[in-house]
């Protein structure tokens, strides 16, 4: 699985339900990048879209406790399930879209995190992406910096660091 987000210089992923940054360039990224592959979230992710919709072009599983009746989204109860539910497709076809508890419940099964870097720190924040552990991975790919109203980023993909065991 891969994860992807878009993240200020703390880590900061959102506030009260919302992105904490509008930034086009990274929304085209993240449209071209999860189109035709299956992404996974939240339902308080699932809820933040536009009409509480599934993203289109997309298989969109959302693990939650609770199941709910959704067109277009498949909901799973526990990771177990949701591992099995992914097995059905090409692991690198599989991205974790958030939010916060999401990111953390299942940074251990990604070995890719594609991580929009904002360089800035957010005014107001509420949830957080895990840090990503130098010990653990290793950034392998940086782009040049961009910039969307007035706030520089850059695109930027970690790959987890292979142990010998």
Known sequence: MKLIAAADKEWNIGNKGNLLFSLPDDMKFFRTTTSGKVVVMGRKTLESFPGSKPLKNRVNI???????????????????????????????????????????????????????HVDTVADEADAKLPVLSPDEWKQTECSEELENNGIKFRFTTYKRIEKDV
């Not at 609770?66 to 076809?93: M, P, Q, R, W």
């Not at 991205?95 to 419940?105: E, K, N």
């Open 62 to 116: 959302v693990l939650s406790r609770n199941t709910h009746k959704v067109e277009g989204a498949e909901f799973v109860k526990s990771v177990d399930e949701l591992l099995v539910k992914i097995g059905e497709y090409n692991s690198d076809d599989v991205y974790v879209i958030g939010g916060a508890q999401i990111y953390s419940l299942l940074l251990p099964y990604c070995d890719t995190a594609l991580i929009t």
